[in-house]
């Protein structure tokens, strides 16, 4: 059984930041990439920012310059520090975690957290 929690979210006024964590517990044989999502009231879950088991990093361009996503491996923990926040990065933000597994880790399967909220407001 894996398990992957978010923590982190809040309320935050414009320009502010926050630091969002994605942690997974339980039987995880290798984690590949790791992506956060989000969505807002009303919208289709979209993708943040995801980072590769080798740290190469892609950012939507909404967040481009303003987000960075990071992973400790070794604690199976991937970070997303958002600066400069709007208004419109207020939702629900959800990671989800890849993992390689079966036969010489030749399948992948995923998983997803329950999501922490972020309230951009002033």
């Known amino acids: 059984q894996v398990h992957v929690v978010e923590s982190g979210g809040g309320l935050v006024q414009p320009g502010g930041s926050l630091r969002l964590s994605c942690a997974a517990s339980?039987?995880?044989?290798?984690?590949?990439?790791v992506a956060w999502y989000r969505q807002a009231p009303g919208n289709e879950r979209e993708l943040v920012a995801d980072?590769?088991?080798?740290?190469?990093?892609t950012y939507a361009d909404f967040v481009k310059g303003r987000f960075t996503i990071s992973r400790d491996n070794a604690k199976k923990i991937v970070y997303l520090q958002m600066n400069s926040l709007k208004p419109e990065d207020t939702g629900v933000y959800y990671c989800?975690?890849?993992?390689?597994?079966?036969?010489?880790?030749?399948?992948?399967?995923?998983?997803w957290g329950q999501g922490t909220h972020v309230t951009v407001s002033s």
């Open positions: 989800n975690l890849e993992e390689y597994y079966g036969p010489a880790y030749s399948r992948t399967r995923d998983y």
């Open positions: 339980g039987n995880i044989t290798m984690i590949n990439t």
């Open positions: 980072i590769t088991d080798d740290g190469i990093t």
